[in-house]
């Protein structure tokens, strides 16, 4: 027979967990995001599951494709943009949106001879410093591409760092939201800002697209836990105990021998390791349904 491990997915919990982030959104449209195979849910789990989305957006070109070969007919997005000038074909012959952070994608535009349309999501870094122009060289970007007569609709995105601890020092949600809106100042183009913490908690930062990700699995993006956002968990990981151990008091377990038995236990061996993806730093006490 094979290993006892299985991790089911629950096509329901998705479907509730849209509708929980279309519920926050007001009037804004979603991009349920399925990135990494789904958050390791599935590609094709992930399309059945938010069926109701307004788009769906990942960052590997070969899943956005594989999307349309699975029959996808709404907008998909590249939420890294393209990595090589070769990639623009495929944006043209899937009809793959995708973002614009860098001025190397720019010049790939220019240079492609491909006609197009190409929508693109022009991103700002307003804080968070890992992709994007900064607010004062964002509007040269957005007018590069605005005479690019390859370029079709451009939307302006950001994404914010500290949704879920919008007074953190390092960089309040309120500055960076700021920040953006200086370096959009003028621009009438629909706005992608919204991740899921945002979604949840922060109606008041408009928004004409929303990116839901972690919460459409059933994870809090921090704030409140699951349970109190209405969430519901998208997968669960079952296995068998496979083997017995009877040890005494003092005697220790597993790697580090972290824990240490305060008494005579009987220990149950669960087939599930940390190269299954159970994480090697759960804590002593995690809780196992037995």
């Known amino acids: 027979m094979p290993r006892p491990l299985v991790a089911t997915i629950d096509i329901s919990a998705l479907q509730h967990n849209l509708r929980i982030a279309k519920s926050h959104a007001l009037d804004a449209k979603i991009w349920a995001v399925v990135k990494a195979n789904a958050y390791g849910h599935g590609l094709e789990?992930?399309?059945?599951?938010?069926?109701?989305?307004?788009?769906?957006?990942?960052?590997?070109?070969?899943?956005?494709?594989?999307?349309?070969?699975?029959?996808?007919?709404?907008?998909?997005?590249?939420?890294?943009?393209?990595?090589?000038?070769?990639?623009?074909?495929?944006m043209v012959r899937a009809r793959l949106e995708f973002a614009v952070h860098c001025i190397e994608q720019i010049v790939w535009l220019e240079r492609s001879g491909l006609s197009g349309p190409f929508d693109v999501h022009?991103?700002?870094?307003?804080?968070?410093?890992?992709?994007?122009?900064?607010?004062?060289?964002?509007?040269?970007?957005?007018?590069?591409?605005?005479?690019?007569?390859?370029?079709?609709?451009?939307?302006?995105?950001?994404?914010?760092?500290?949704?879920?601890?919008?007074?953190?020092?390092?960089?309040p949600l309120q500055q960076q939201a700021q920040q953006f809106e200086?370096?959009?100042?003028?621009?009438?183009?629909?706005?992608?800002?919204?991740?899921?913490?945002?979604?949840?908690?922060?109606?008041?930062?408009?928004?004409?697209?929303?990116?839901?990700?972690?919460?459409l699995y059933g994870a809090t993006p921090g704030g409140a836990s699951a349970e109190q956002f209405g969430l519901k968990p998208a997968m669960t990981l079952t296995s068998k105990i496979i083997g017995i151990q009877r040890i005494g008091a003092g005697e220790a377990i597993g790697y580090g021998s972290r824990f240490v038995a305060a008494a005579p236990m009987v220990v149950g061996v669960v087939a599930c390791g940390y190269a299954d993806g159970y994480p090697r730093r759960a804590p002593n006490g995690t809780p196992v349904l037995v």
């Open 45 to 90: 789990r992930g399309m059945r599951g938010f069926a109701e989305a307004d788009g769906l957006a990942l960052i590997e070109p070969e899943n956005a494709v594989r999307l349309r070969e699975l029959g996808w007919q709404k907008p998909i997005l590249l939420l890294e943009g393209i990595f090589d000038a070769a990639d623009l074909e495929t």
């Open 122 to 171: 022009l991103k700002m870094n307003s804080g968070m410093n890992r992709l994007g122009f900064k607010p004062e060289a964002y509007r040269a970007a957005y007018q590069r591409l605005r005479a690019n007569p390859a370029v079709g609709k451009i939307t302006l995105m950001t994404h914010f760092a500290n949704a879920d601890d919008p007074l953190n020092p390092g960089l």
């Open 182 to 215: 200086q370096g959009i100042a003028g621009l009438s183009e629909e706005r992608s800002v919204a991740n899921s913490a945002a979604d949840l908690m922060h109606p008041e930062l408009k928004s004409d697209w929303v990116r839901p990700g972690i919460m």
